[in-house]
């Protein structure tokens, strides 16, 4: 079977280095593994959260922007808005009436996201997981690059995939394998190590945002919380300094050096010395992709070429698997 990769960002506010190198970075690795790729901006998802909803067009196309500065060409690749392709919502319908709210009042992100008072909770963040099985099952996508904080949605939609096949009695789609690479899987908040960088923490200087200029990058780096410890010599010493870890991490992952490599290097110097390092190793890499989202944010009217290029590739898709999907259903 031809191997196909979906994967998607939210565009809710300001796209992060955890968004980057859990996501875009580990997409842009694969490229030249799998027959066909599809990378989505899920901005439907973006509605379950109502006050993401503000910015909208504009976070869609910095995103957008965000893809294509990184390394994913839109000619080989079909960057696409998922607005633009309204065969996702037609399919998520018909998985809201074969999967069990049991299984959705399971989902962390829905109990994290509804808080205490879950009767107030909008359906559309509850049923959301039912709409991304349908973002990755509407292409048969076999693969899906995530976080770690999606995989439980990935592995909801093999439920959901198998419990359709079930229903139809057709193995009509593939049951997608999740791929989270570990180094990348959870980037922290420089705030609080125990956190996981996201868009919606209030503070931004818990994270660091791929249109930041260079003396904001310095600026958040030096101000990121450490400890007073010196860097220790190997890794397994870092032990629960979370924060000291993650800085760490960062560093290694930009330099392609093992975190043991890094302690090495580092052994008995102060965070004082080392963050200037890390902040210009962030510059150095995240100042170009910088650049072209600015050229391509400024020219909009082909920045929407490349997207509509890239919904019109999925239409097709789509439209041919829906059609197999009526069928199976009986519908006239
Ligand atoms: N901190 C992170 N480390 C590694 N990967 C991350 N991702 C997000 N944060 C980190 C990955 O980025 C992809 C797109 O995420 P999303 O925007 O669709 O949703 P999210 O996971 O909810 O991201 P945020 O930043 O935390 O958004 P908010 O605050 O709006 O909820 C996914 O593959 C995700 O794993």
Redesign the pocket.
Known sequence: MPTRIL????P??HI?L??Y???IRSWVSMIDQVDERLFCI?DQ?ALT?AE?AKDLRKNTLTIAAAYIASGIDPVKNHIFVQSHVPYHTELAWYFNCITPMGWLSRMTQFKDKAGKNKDQAMTGLFVYPALMAADILIYKATHVP?????KQHVELTRDIAQAFNNYVNTNIFPLPDPIIKSE?????SLRDGSK??????PSDYSRIHLLDDDETIDLKIRKAKTDAEPIPGSAEALGERLEAKNLLSLYSLFTQKSLAEVCLEFEGKQFSEFKPKLASTLIDHLSPIRSTMHELLADEASLLQYLKKGADAANAIACKNMHEIRQSLNMV
């Open positions: 994967s998607g960002i939210r809710t506010g992060h955890g968004n190198l859990g996501a899920v998802h959260t993401d995530v976080g770690e904080d999606q990348t899987a959870r980037i922290m996981k960088m996201s868009k919606s923490d």
